[in-house]
Every structure is written in structure tokens, then in C-alpha cells.
């Protein structure tokens, strides 16, 4: 299996445009969930997905902010209109719940490295 | 709130010294208590993994424990390498509810030649 794959790895853009991020999670896990990560808040979870329904989208800073998985294999992590504070590196991860209920299998994509300028 | 605190925040050793980056944390019930290194410009992999009933594990140079009682953890690197210069990342899953993990904010560690 290739893991968890985000793309793009690296994305700069101008303020006011739309940005969409993606995540192709490891066959077989059913959770999936989007991080942002900065330097002064680290990793922060912004909304995961459970057999592709969105469980838990508290996380999600504002409005701006959307997340699609329209089946089991894709996700979706969209900006409009970006801002430059939306600038972070922004992880994709999978699982899947094993049982007594641990998260089995917890792997990160390698991330995508947003500049909004 | 759950709550994972890591220290200290960052820390630079000489290669081939030992060091010991703890984590403290509030989660309960508790269900099992992860350690991740993330390199730069990479995501997170996991190192150790450890369940309530484990207080120990270790992966290679690095060794984990666990004190369920205290709610400590904390994580051993032997011998380092300038390869182990990374951030180190506590991660604490509940038992029950949404067994969602918490993660700390990891400890930066610089190994200099």
C-alpha cells in the first residue's frame, strides 16, 4: 500500500483564491481525518469523516473552510476565499477502529505545505 | 478537556548522548498512548504504541513508557543519531465516546555532530 496521499505536496497562492487539497486514504480504513498544523497551535484536528460521513466538523475554523468525501477512496479540503492566516501545512490522516475501540493504523500523508500570499 | 502537555518544548543534545522527553496528560478513560516523530516537511509515523496494561515498549533506540496511575509517559532515545533530530509527538486516544486522539505539541529535538 503507498500510504496516505495528499497532493499537492506544496501550494502558493494569492489571498481571495480557491484552494482545494486532497487525500486519497489507505484502503481498507474507514476514518479519515484533516489536520492544519502551524507552528503555534501544532497539529489541530479540523474534521474527520467515518465510512465517508462527515462526523465532527468543529474544528473547522470558519465558513471559508469545507471538506468533501464523496466515497471511500477521496477527500476534499477546500478554501474559499483563502486568507493569508490559512497558511500551514495541512495532514491528511486514515484509520480504521479496531476492536475494544482502538484507532488502528493511524497514518499521515505527507502533508501540503499552504503559502497564501 | 482532554489535555496532552509534552516538555520541554525544545531540546539540543550532542550526538551519541541519551535524553528523555516526557508527556503528561488528562485523558481518561484511557485507551492507548502513541508516540510519532515527525521530520521536517514530512507527516507524523509512529514510533511506540501502548495500551493502559502495557508500561513499556520500545522500537529500536527509542523506549516508551507508561505510568497509567500518574498519567505520565515518557520517551527514551539511546544513543542518538543526527538522524533523530525531529519533532516528537504525544498522542493520547479515550476509551469510549468518539476515541478521537488528543496530541500534545511535540517536543523539537536537535542532535549536533
Known amino acids: 500500500d503507498a500510504g496516505v496521499i495528499q497532493s499537492p505536496r506544496h501550494e502558493v497562492t494569492e489571498m481571495g483564491q480557491e484552494v482545494t487539497l486532497r487525500c486519497k486514504p489507505i484502503?481498507?480504513?474507514?476514518?479519515l481525518f484533516w489536520y492544519r498544523q502551524t507552528m503555534m497551535r501544532g497539529l489541530e484536528l479540523l474534521i474527520y469523516?467515518?465510512?465517508?460521513?462527515?462526523?465532527?466538523d468543529s474544528g473547522m475554523p470558519e465558513d471559508r473552510f469545507s471538506a468533501k468525501m464523496p466515497n471511500a477512496s477521496f477527500s476534499t479540503l477546500k478554501i474559499q476565499p483563502s486568507e493569508p492566516r490559512d497558511s500551514a501545512v495541512y495532514f491528511c490522516?486514515?484509520?480504521?477502529?479496531?476492536?475494544?475501540?482502538?484507532?488502528?493504523?493511524?497514518?499521515f500523508g505527507s502533508g501540503t505545505r499552504l503559502t497564501v500570499v | 478537556k482532554n489535555q496532552v502537555e509534552q516538555s520541554p518544548q525544545s531540546l539540543i543534545i550532542l550526538e551519541g548522548k541519551n535524553c528523555t522527553l516526557q508527556?503528561?496528560?488528562?485523558?481518561?478513560?484511557?485507551?492507548?498512548l502513541r508516540w510519532y516523530k515527525q521530520d521536517t516537511g514530512r507527516g507524523p509515523v509512529s514510533l511506540t504504541i501502548?495500551?493502559?496494561?502495557?508500561n513499556t515498549k520500545s522500537n529500536g533506540r527509542y523506549t516508551a513508557t507508561l505510568d497509567a496511575d500518574t498519567k505520565q509517559s515518557s520517551l527514551h532515545i539511546t544513543a542518538s543519531q543526527l538522524s533523530d533530530s525531529a519533532s516528537y509527538i504525544c498522542?493520547?486516544?479515550?476509551?469510549?465516546?468518539?476515541?478521537?486522539?488528543?496530541f500534545g505539541r511535540g517536543t523539537s529535538l536537535i542532535v549536533h555532530p
Open positions: 498522542v493520547v486516544t479515550p476509551r469510549g465516546g468518539s476515541y478521537i486522539p488528543t
Open positions: 469523516f467515518n465510512n465517508n460521513v462527515p462526523i465532527d
Open positions: 484502503s481498507g480504513h474507514d476514518y
Open positions: 501502548m495500551t493502559f496494561s502495557e
Open positions: 508527556c503528561n496528560y488528562t485523558v481518561s478513560p484511557f485507551s492507548n
Open positions: 490522516a486514515s484509520s480504521f477502529l479496531a476492536p475494544r475501540g482502538a484507532q488502528g493504523g493511524y497514518t
